[in-house]
Structures are given as C-alpha cells and as structure tokens.
Nanobody, 123 residues
Framework: QVQLVESGGGLVQAGGSLSLSCAAS????????MGWFRHAPGKEREFVAAISWSGGSTYYADSVKGRFTISRDNAKNTIYLQMNSLKSEDTAVYYC????????????????WGQGTQVTVSS
C-alpha cells in the first residue's frame, strides 16, 4: 500500500498563492488516480481535484476551478496542488489520496490517505 506525505501548507493572505506537494512511497504512483481533498472545521471532507495516472485528465470542484491546478511527476512519485487567488473559504486541512480509479475518488473510497497539511487563508 502506498504511503503519502503532504507538505507546503501554511498561512497566506487572501489573494495569495500556495503550492502543496504529496510525496509517495511504498508503491509507484503510476498505478493510481490521485486526488486532493480538504476538510474545514464544521464541514464534511470534500473533493478538490483529481488527476489520472498519466496526468492527461484532471477534474476540479467548481469552487476551485480556474484557481487551483493539480499535476503529477511520476518520476518523482509526487503530486502537486498549485493554489492561486486563495480565499478565506479555502481554509482547511488538505489531504492527498491514492485510488484505483476516478469512481473511487468520487466516492472517497480511496486506498490511502496522507496525514494532511493545514492551509489557512486570512482575509
């Protein structure tokens, strides 16, 4: 089973940018569809973005479309989430996840979760 470790979170002002990384070990990422999720206090964990094993297909939640970009570097066993034009409502713990297919991402039936990284956007 793949192990995932997120990094790159922090405190940023509204309108700013952050870049998250998720490094994998224990298995090659080429076997997995990868996704980012977030969990804000008092809310359910929600889908943010997903990317196919090749990087050729990406999907985004409507709330982040046009502002966030998911990418992957399979040679480095790492996925990324570039977050621009951040808003206070983007404040959450961000998790990466590995899944066998997009349906598993959509249903949050993923095989592996990272420990999460906190993103705080001040207004």
């Amino acid at each position: 089973q793949v192990q995932l470790v997120e990094s790159g979170g922090g405190l940023v002002q509204a309108g700013g940018s952050l870049s998250l990384s998720c490094a994998a070990s224990g298995s090659t990422l080429t076997r997995y569809v990868m996704g980012w999720f977030r969990h804000a206090p008092g809310k359910e964990r929600e889908f943010v973005a997903a990317i196919s094993w090749s990087g050729g297909s990406t999907y985004y939640a409507d709330s982040v479309k046009g502002r966030f970009t998911i990418s992957r570097d399979n040679a480095k066993n790492t996925i990324y989430l570039q977050m621009n034009s951040l808003k206070s409502e983007d404040t959450a713990v961000y998790y990466c996840a590995a899944a066998p297919n997009f349906n598993a991402i959509a249903t949050m039936n993923v095989g592996s979760w990272g420990q999460g990284t906190q993103v705080t956007v001040s207004s």
